[in-house]
């Protein structure tokens, strides 16, 4: 059975890019939200939006946090990120700057956006418990199939991690 799983990404920069991990299929992902639909959510305000991101979040397993050159620090994408951590699922980061956009362009490296967080009780930082991954290609096709070779497994060890705290 395919897990259920969250991704939570820059949607206007790296739609693209998480578009072709999330048709890998090997985990089942959210449904993809199209442009007017978003827009018409952001329309409702922020209560709107955290309803849109709570109902997404419903039944998955795991949040995957596809982290492009501007990822970090955003609003929503941190929210998803708590959200998870405190729901009991699993987290983890895929870098996808390397993988191209519609243009053929790929991006620059972005910071890794669980350094943002510390679990107050045992004063750690979240980016020393949750595991991000970075394909090791500059190549878009190897790392897309780097990603595809590894995100079953990435998961499974996400959701086993998560179990410990």
Do not use: H
Request: aromatic fraction near 12%; charged fraction near 30%; charge should be positive.
């Amino acid at each position: 059975m395919k897990r259920r799983v969250f991704y939570s990404f820059n949607y206007k920069e790296d739609n693209w890019r998480t578009s072709q991990v999330r048709n890998i299929g090997v985990i089942e992902g959210n449904q993809p939200v199209s442009d007017n639909d978003w827009e018409q959510i952001k329309r409702g305000g922020d209560e709107a939006i955290k309803k849109w991101i709570n109902e997404q979040l419903e039944g998955r397993s795991c949040t995957i946090v596809l982290i492009g050159a501007n990822t970090a620090g955003r609003k929503w994408i941190e929210y998803e990120i708590k959200k998870s951590w405190n729901d009991g699922k699993g987290l983890l980061g895929i870098y996808i700057n390397n993988l191209k956009d519609k243009e053929g362009n790929q991006s620059t490296k972005g910071r890794n956006p669980f350094n943002d967080f510390t679990i107050e009780k045992d004063n750690i930082k979240l980016s020393n418990i949750v595991k991000t991954y970075d394909p090791p290609y500059n190549d878009s096709k190897k790392v897309y199939e780097y990603i595809q070779n590894y995100i079953e497994t990435w998961v499974e060890e996400a959701i086993n991690i998560r179990n410990k705290y």
